[in-house]
């Protein structure tokens, strides 16, 4: 069982740059493509960014294209969201999944429907004009 955690989330003013990190509890994460959430006040959950197993393909939200880094680091089982230039508008908590099926789900980039499974608690992100 994929136990997931993210950390790093906190109150920022816009502008500034934030790092939020996702740790996996065994070491079949690094069989997982991964993803990044977010999930602001009244409104669905969207898909931010996502990485593949090796971390060799990335994918991101036009909403954060250029100012979110996605990574990973499968030898210490955690991936990250370099997130720079920080809006008010990227105020959400901020959650982090594994995908664990393709041709169906509710999130679709690089040409596919996913599924996510195996979601964190997250990490509250407050940005202040």
């Known amino acids: 069982q994929l136990h997931l955690v993210e950390s790093g989330g906190r109150l920022v003013q816009a502008g500034d740059s934030l790092r939020l990190s996702c740790a996996a509890s065994?070491?079949?994460?690094?069989?997982?493509?991964m993803g990044w959430f977010r999930q602001a006040p009244g409104r669905e959950r969207e898909f931010v960014a996502a990485?593949?197993?090796?971390?060799?393909?990335?994918y991101y939200a036009d909403s954060v294209k250029g100012r979110f880094a996605v990574s990973r680091d499968n030898a210490k089982y955690v991936m990250y969201l370099q997130m720079n230039t920080l809006k008010p508008e990227d105020t959400a908590v901020y959650f982090c999944a594994a995908e664990v099926a393709t041709h169906s789900g509710r999130y679709y980039y690089g040409g596919l429907y996913r599924t996510f499974d195996y979601w964190g608690q997250g990490t509250q992100v407050t940005v202040s004009s």
């Open positions: 990485i593949n197993w090796n971390g060799e393909r990335t």
């Open positions: 065994v070491d079949t994460f690094s069989a997982f493509a």
